[in-house]
């Protein structure tokens, strides 16, 4: 696995971000075991329902904490400073993963509206055309595979397997 | 002899055998697509039995469970992705090896992995289905929060860079498992008013989005590979089957203890595949003199991930022939086929139907030997996925883990979940968290909460958990896998620091 640092080529900002993670978790932590805490407890056991969640954010707050104060000590101070810059880097050099997920949260939001078929197709053109070599043998095995994908697997699905596929409005 | 007799020639009949490969071939298919789980095979497979015999009816979905788990190898292997979640250390060394351009090989293990760990554990079944049983209901909610403790340091401990992210990892999945309704009373928790998180978070749509879809939106970091047609794997492809098979058998101990290891995990009701396998990963590293190459693609590793998975599937059925107590959900969906034909699975199951028992066991004997033959023969076919460019697969991939997301509860709101789940694992994976603690901990996070909560409601004294001797046992393990880590990495920021000194 690469880590951030390995990934962006800097050093000192990988660990900055995953200060930044440290901090979100603690308070996210924090805020839900307070909500924990007030989950009433039942008469039939010595636990509630809220026993186990407050053990378990206990001690992500305790690792969380020691986390921090680790990061804290090793991230050298000229590091801040690069920060912002090396994030900038990090998203242009990662730009089709960020066309992927806005490509997914899409797709995954108009399937209900027009439908599978619709969607998926629409969802593979796009996506493939973009990743794909420009070259006429790409895209036409682009286009076949977002028919055979889209129409292709939901008559397999509602066929075969009786399982139907969102039809949409 | 007679009742044995009389099993095998139903099992060893030439339309069961046509029955069965088919469902070996379904399930290796099923498990290989992410999202596709053994469980969904199986019930799928369920109506199809209704109207053949029972031991018929039993033996294809037994060959359909032993298909599955071996199909969960080929996307662990060639794509990083776990088909189930009995896969998920087989991706520790399976992918590395096949990105090191040893695709051919990894599947190879994997396969007589899981074929001999399938026949060690149908002859451990054979021997020893009544006295495991009788010590697995012994267990009770003390040991089973143990083991879960315990396979979470493990897990935590044995991949990424850091302990420390293993374990918020671990936490972080726990967490997840903690929304929605209280496993013991119901009670609504953390839903924050939202519908989509009232019922919790499906631990599948969990899975698929952290493993695939981050894996996925990996594979397109680099714009030029993509662009050019880079393949998945880019070096030439090998296949060498036999001299496989006997790298595997050069490994005995491995592959006896991670067998054992699974047949024993399997015959406890509510464990199963997903811990077994990284339990006999984690001794397999342990006992090795190479203990860093793990985890960088090598064969130890995929032979005790693979073998400890499929002999849970003889494990599984321990209990399930000996008491009526299914394993597993897979194990449950047997008992209500068995239910269907009239049969009461339980004690009397092998004194009233002692011809079907003997069945059972010779059926999951072929359906391994199906897998083996499926494989051996499909191989090249399946290596083919590596050929293909990562701008074709990353995107049909998708479209198939959402489609799998969709119909596991036909819910529209779970691909909302999946899309989430899946920027959240790119996120985690970026910061260098490891991803297979968190997915652990959201499987067993339920399974944890209910033995904790349901200890301290048969006795609310705390010191049982220290004073059973097999819970004291396991949580000993736990603390020494955690301590075994951190002397590992002290170890070796010594040697780092030794090493820049003399430079």
């Given at each position: 696995m690469t880590?951030a640092?390995?990934?962006?080529?800097?050093?000192?900002?990988?660990?900055?971000?995953?200060?930044?993670?440290?901090?979100?978790?603690?308070?996210?932590?924090?805020?839900?075991?307070?909500?924990?805490?007030?989950?009433?407890t039942?008469?039939?056991?010595?636990?509630?329902?809220?026993?186990?969640?407050?053990?378990?954010?206990?001690?992500l707050?305790?690792?969380?904490?020691?986390?921090?104060?680790?990061?804290?000590?090793?991230?050298?101070?000229?590091?801040?400073?690069?920060?912002?810059?090396?994030?900038?880097?990090?998203?242009?050099?990662?730009?089709?993963?960020f066309?992927v997920?806005?490509?997914?949260?899409?797709?995954?939001?108009?399937?209900?509206?027009?439908?599978y078929?619709?969607?998926?197709?629409?969802?593979?053109?796009?996506?493939?055309v973009?990743?794909?070599?420009?070259?006429?043998?790409?895209?036409?095995?682009?286009?076949?595979?977002?028919?055979?994908?889209?129409?292709?697997l939901?008559?397999?699905?509602?066929?075969?397997f009786?399982?139907?596929?969102?039809?949409?409005? | 002899m007679?009742?044995?007799?009389?099993?095998?020639?139903?099992?060893?009949?030439?339309?069961?055998?046509?029955?069965?490969?088919?469902?070996?071939?379904?399930?290796?298919?099923?498990?290989?697509?992410?999202?596709?789980?053994?469980?969904?095979?199986?019930?799928?497979?369920?109506?199809?039995?209704f109207?053949?015999?029972?031991?018929q009816?039993?033996?294809?979905?037994?060959?359909?469970?032993?298909?599955?788990?071996?199909?969960?190898?080929i996307?662990?292997?060639?794509?990083?992705i776990?088909?189930?979640?009995?896969?998920?250390?087989?991706?520790?060394?399976?992918?590395?090896?096949?990105?090191?351009?040893?695709?051919?090989?990894?599947?190879?293990?994997?396969?007589?992995?899981?074929?001999?760990g399938?026949?060690?554990?149908?002859?451990?079944?054979?021997?020893?289905?009544?006295?495991?049983?009788?010590?697995?209901v012994?267990?009770?909610?003390?040991e089973?929060?143990?083991?879960?403790?315990?396979?979470?340091t493990?897990?935590?401990?044995?991949?990424?860079?850091?302990?420390?992210?293993?374990?918020?990892?671990?936490?972080?999945?726990?967490?997840?498992?903690?929304?929605?309704?209280?496993?013991?009373?119901?009670?609504?928790?953390?839903?924050?008013?939202?519908?989509?998180?009232?019922?919790?978070?499906?631990?599948?749509v969990?899975?698929?989005?952290i493993?695939?879809?981050?894996?996925l939106a990996?594979?397109?970091?680099?714009?030029?590979?993509?662009?050019?047609?880079?393949?998945?794997?880019?070096?030439?492809?090998?296949f060498?089957?036999?001299?496989?098979?006997?790298e595997?058998?050069?490994?005995?101990?491995?592959?006896?203890?991670?067998?054992?290891i699974?047949?024993?995990?399997g015959?406890?009701?509510?464990?199963?595949?997903?811990?077994?396998?990284?339990?006999?990963?984690?001794?397999?590293?342990?006992s090795?003199?190479?203990?860093?190459?793990?985890?960088?693609?090598?064969?130890?590793?995929v032979?005790?991930?693979?073998?400890?998975?499929?002999?849970?599937?003889g494990?599984?059925?321990?209990?399930?022939?000996?008491?009526?107590?299914?394993?597993?959900?897979?194990?449950?969906?047997?008992m209500?086929?068995?239910?269907?034909?009239?049969?009461?699975v339980?004690?009397?199951?092998?004194?009233?139907?002692?011809?079907?028992?003997?069945g059972?066991?010779?059926?999951?004997?072929?359906?391994s030997?199906?897998?083996?033959a499926?494989?051996?023969?499909?191989?090249?076919?399946?290596?083919?996925?590596?050929?293909?460019?990562?701008?074709?697969?990353?995107?049909?991939?998708?479209?198939?883990?959402?489609?799998?997301?969709?119909?596991?509860?036909?819910?529209v709101?779970?691909?909302?979940?999946l899309?989430?789940?899946?920027?959240?694992?790119?996120?985690?994976?970026?910061?260098?968290?490891?991803?297979a603690?968190l997915?652990?901990?959201v499987?067993l996070?339920?399974?944890?909460?209910?033995?904790?909560?349901?200890?301290?409601?048969?006795?609310?004294?705390?010191?049982?958990?220290?004073?059973?001797?097999?819970?004291?046992l396991l949580?000993?393990?736990?603390?020494?896998?955690v301590?075994?880590?951190?002397?590992?990495?002290?170890?070796s920021?010594?040697?780092?620091?030794?090493?820049?000194?003399?430079?």
């Amino acid at each position: 696995m690469t880590t951030a640092d390995e990934q962006t080529g800097t050093g000192g900002s990988g660990d900055i971000a995953r200060l930044l993670s440290y901090v979100a978790l603690l308070a996210a932590s924090a805020g839900l075991f307070l909500e924990a805490s007030t989950i009433p407890t039942s008469r039939f056991e010595v636990l509630g329902a809220g026993a186990f969640p407050m053990l378990v954010h206990g001690a992500l707050i305790l690792l969380l904490t020691g986390s921090i104060i680790g990061s804290l000590r090793k991230i050298p101070a000229d590091a801040y400073g690069r920060f912002a810059a090396d994030v900038v880097a990090w998203g242009k050099a990662k730009r089709l993963v960020f066309v992927v997920f806005a490509g997914l949260g899409l797709y995954v939001a108009v399937m209900p509206v027009i439908g599978y078929t619709s969607s998926t197709f629409l969802f593979l053109i796009t996506l493939l055309v973009t990743l794909a070599p420009k070259t006429r043998t790409a895209l036409v095995v682009a286009l076949v595979l977002a028919l055979v994908f889209s129409f292709g697997l939901n008559w397999l699905f509602a066929e075969v397997f009786n399982v139907f596929l969102p039809r949409g409005n | 002899m007679d009742a044995f007799l009389l099993g095998a020639s139903q099992v060893l009949s030439l339309s069961t055998l046509a029955m069965m490969l088919l469902g070996a071939i379904a399930g290796i298919i099923a498990a290989a697509i992410p999202g596709f789980t053994v469980t969904m095979a199986i019930v799928l497979t369920l109506p199809l039995t209704f109207t053949m015999d029972p031991l018929q009816g039993i033996a294809v979905m037994l060959s359909v469970y032993v298909g599955g788990y071996t199909g969960g190898l080929i996307s662990a292997a060639l794509l990083g992705i776990p088909g189930t979640p009995s896969s998920v250390a087989t991706t520790f060394d399976a992918f590395p090896m096949s990105r090191n351009g040893e695709p051919g090989r990894a599947l190879s293990l994997g396969v007589w992995a899981s074929f001999f760990g399938t026949i060690i554990s149908t002859a451990v079944l054979i021997v020893a289905a009544p006295p495991l049983a009788i010590f697995a209901v012994r267990l009770g909610p003390w040991e089973y929060f143990s083991l879960i403790v315990f396979a979470l340091t493990i897990v935590a401990s044995l991949v990424g860079h850091s302990l420390q992210r293993g374990l918020i990892a671990a936490l972080i999945g726990l967490v997840i498992a903690t929304i929605g309704t209280d496993p013991m009373m119901g009670r609504p928790r953390f839903d924050m008013g939202f519908e989509l998180l009232a019922a919790g978070l499906p631990f599948l749509v969990v899975l698929i989005g952290i493993f695939a879809i981050s894996q996925l939106a990996s594979e397109v970091e680099d714009v030029n590979a993509i662009k050019t047609g880079e393949r998945l794997v880019t070096s030439d492809i090998e296949f060498r089957t036999w001299s496989v098979m006997r790298e595997v058998l050069m490994r005995p101990v491995n592959l006896i203890r991670s067998s054992l290891i699974g047949v024993g995990i399997g015959a406890l009701p509510g464990a199963g595949g997903s811990i077994a396998n990284l339990v006999a990963y984690d001794q397999a590293r342990r006992s090795s003199k190479t203990p860093e190459k793990f985890g960088t693609g090598t064969p130890d590793g995929v032979v005790a991930s693979e073998a400890g998975n499929s002999a849970t599937a003889g494990g599984g059925l321990i209990p399930l022939i000996a008491l009526g107590i299914p394993g597993s959900a897979v194990d449950a969906i047997l008992m209500a086929s068995l239910m269907v034909h009239g049969i009461s699975v339980g004690p009397r199951l092998i004194l009233d139907n002692a011809d079907l028992v003997y069945g059972m066991f010779l059926a999951m004997a072929v359906s391994s030997l199906m897998m083996l033959a499926v494989c051996l023969v499909s191989m090249r076919l399946f290596l083919r996925v590596a050929e293909v460019p990562k701008w074709a697969v990353v995107p049909i991939v998708l479209v198939c883990c959402v489609v799998g997301s969709f119909a596991l509860n036909n819910r529209v709101t779970d691909l909302y979940l999946l899309a989430a789940v899946g920027l959240l694992g790119y996120a985690l994976k970026a910061l260098d968290y490891p991803l297979a603690p968190l997915v652990l901990g959201v499987i067993l996070g339920p399974i944890a909460e209910t033995n904790l909560r349901r200890a301290l409601m048969t006795d609310n004294d705390w010191t049982l958990f220290l004073t059973r001797p097999i819970s004291l046992l396991l949580l000993v393990a736990a603390v020494l896998s955690v301590g075994w880590a951190i002397w590992t990495v002290l170890k070796s920021r010594k040697h780092a620091t030794k090493l820049k000194d003399s430079s």
